[in-house]
């Protein structure tokens, strides 16, 4: 089995995107948004490489990978490969300026 890991915040960027959709859309749809987030994840761990690379260049998150969640593709994960597998490192919307964020 591909090792997974999540930094803290990556955890608490799932939980405040599944604040917002549940308040904003329903329930339902910041389920769906989890369930389709962890499945991500979990690809990302089988085929590490299938990510674009970021364009941060200097800093904690430099080398880091990125992929959209599937039916929410305004969500990208954040991810750099490890042996074995990937680390998530942060989720974030695509209208942030993930390179400022990162910062």
């Given at each position: 089995?591909?090792?997974?890991?999540?930094?803290?915040?990556?955890?608490?960027?799932?939980?405040?995107?599944f604040v917002y959709?549940?308040?904003?859309?329903?329930?339902?749809?910041?389920?769906?948004?989890?369930?389709?987030?962890?499945?991500?994840?979990?690809?990302?761990?089988?085929?590490?490489?299938?990510?674009?690379?970021?364009?941060?260049?200097?800093?904690?998150?430099?080398?880091?990978?990125?992929?959209?969640v599937a039916s929410?593709?305004?969500?990208?994960?954040?991810?750099?490969?490890?042996?074995?597998?990937?680390?998530?490192?942060?989720?974030?919307?695509?209208?942030?300026?993930?390179?400022r964020v990162l910062?």
């Amino acid at each position: 089995m591909a090792r997974l890991l999540r930094r803290k915040a990556a955890k608490r960027d799932l939980v405040a995107h599944f604040v917002y959709l549940a308040e904003s859309a329903s329930m339902e749809v910041a389920e769906r948004f989890l369930v389709a987030a962890e499945q991500a994840c979990k690809n990302l761990a089988q085929m590490p490489e299938i990510g674009i690379p970021g364009k941060v260049k200097r800093g904690k998150y430099a080398g880091v990978r990125i992929w959209p969640v599937a039916s929410f593709d305004k969500y990208l994960i954040v991810y750099r490969p490890i042996l074995g597998g990937v680390q998530v490192e942060r989720v974030v919307h695509s209208s942030q300026d993930y390179r400022r964020v990162l910062g």
